[in-house]
Antibody
Framework: QLQLQESGPGLVKPSETLSLTCTVSGGSISGSNYYWGWVRQPPGKGLEWIGNIYYSGTTYYHPSLKSRATISVDTSKKQFSLKLRYVTAADASVYYC??????????????WGQGTLVTVSS | QSVLTQPPSVSAAPGQKVTISCSGSSSNIGNNYVSWYQRLPGAAPKLLIYDNNKRPSGIPDRLSGSKSGTSATLGITGLQTGDEADYYCGTWDSSLSAEVFGGGTKLTVL
């Protein structure tokens, strides 16, 4: 059974860079119909998609975060990572790593990590 | 503000049926498939419905999804206390070129 596990600091200072890694187990990171990505949920608010990456390195980002976010993949370690630069209090959220199933016409998120809470504070 | 609109909360008695609506526009629900997710307290979101009305393996048939125009609906019959959770709809928005979600609906089983 595929499992995703987030790791990284739970506290980031304002204006610094948030860095999270997701480790994939129980399945391949190189599947042809799968993208790997990040979704976050600020306290008391809804889900927000951050971006996705294909195992080849192709990336897609939410337009509002594109200038600050970078998602990368290391297939040898079965890991993908998120870096979000210049964080503010608005970036404080539970961050989930996800697998996105993608076909020609549709997509959905079929696997989610447990989530990791990131607080932004000096 | 979320791109997709859901009621903040719904409630019903055990054994009853409940529906959760998700409203969007032609750039998202109107021309793309909808998925639904359940987030139990303290747990990660879980896929319930994809492609508007398909259930992944292991999801009981008392859960159903439908779509009409620019709105989608999640239905749950035979409500159980274990169904108490937050429910989210999601889809692709072709104008934003982004995945979008609803703000979530809290289901209370009275």
């Amino acid at each position: 059974q595929l499992q995703l596990q987030e790791s990284g600091p739970g506290l980031v200072k304002p204006s610094e860079t948030l860095s999270l890694t997701c480790t994939v187990s129980g399945g391949s990171i190189s599947g042809s119909n799968y993208y790997w990505g990040w979704v976050r949920q600020p306290p008391g608010k809804g889900l927000e998609w951050i971006g996705n990456i294909y195992y080849s390195g192709t990336t897609y980002y939410h337009p509002s975060l594109k200038s600050r976010a970078t998602i990368s993949v290391d297939t040898s370690k079965k890991q993908f990572s998120l870096k979000l630069r210049y964080v503010t209090a608005a970036d404080a959220s539970v961050y989930y790593c996800v697998r996105r199933v993608t076909t020609v016409t549709t997509s959905w998120f079929d696997t989610w990590g447990q989530g990791t809470l990131v607080t932004v504070s000096s | 503000q979320s791109v997709l609109t859901q009621p903040p909360s719904v409630s019903a008695a055990p054994g009853q049926k409940v529906t959760i609506s998700c409203s969007g526009s032609s750039s998202n629900i109107g021309n793309n498939y909808v998925s639904w997710y359940q987030r139990l307290p303290g747990a990660a979101p879980k896929l319930l419905i994809y492609d508007n009305n398909k259930r992944p393996s292991g999801i009981p048939d008392r859960l159903s999804g439908s779509k009409s125009g620019t709105s989608a609906t999640l239905g749950i019959t035979g409500l159980q206390t274990g169904d108490e959770a937050d429910y989210y709809c999601g889809t692709w928005d072709s104008s934003l070129s982004a995945e979008v979600f609803g703000g979530g609906t809290k289901l209370t089983v009275l």
